[in-house]
């Protein structure tokens, strides 16, 4: 399996930013996918997954309600729509696959990073 996340950027505090992964690979018919992050000196985060084929999303608490994570099955993509960015949020983000809910990540794209100033 192989990710690519693309899309970040230097924004201001308050505005939005969406991240994009291209997932493609030898691909099972159930997977998740997700976003992970890691600020400069802090151990990696999960922030949200979504399950391909299902649907169902998990978020972070600390993103909960100005995140929103989707997929578009036909073109085999993910998304991270992300609202009222806070300087909290800079951090490189990295899409992630594991092959169902409760398994470890395993496959990873190299990260995109976002910058959010004050």
């Known amino acids: 399996v192989q990710l690519q996340a693309y899309g970040g950027g230097l924004v201001q505090a308050g505005e939005s930013l969406r991240v994009s992964c291209a997932v493609s690979?030898?691909?099972?018919?159930?997977?998740?996918v997700g976003w992970l992050r890691q600020a400069p000196g802090k151990d990696r985060e999960f922030v949200a997954s979504?399950?391909?084929?299902?649907?169902?999303?998990d978020y972070a608490d600390s993103v909960k309600g100005r995140f929103i994570i989707s997929k578009d099955n036909a073109e085999n993509s993910m998304y991270l729509q992300m609202n009222g960015l806070t300087p909290a949020d800079t951090a490189v983000y990295y899409c992630?696959?594991?092959?169902?809910?409760?398994?470890?990540?395993?496959?990873w794209g190299q990260g995109t990073l976002v910058t959010v100033s004050s």
């Open positions: 992630a696959w594991k092959s169902s809910l409760y398994a470890r990540w395993k496959f």
């Open positions: 979504i399950s391909w084929s299902g649907g169902r999303t």
């Open positions: 690979g030898r691909l099972f018919a159930t997977y998740v």
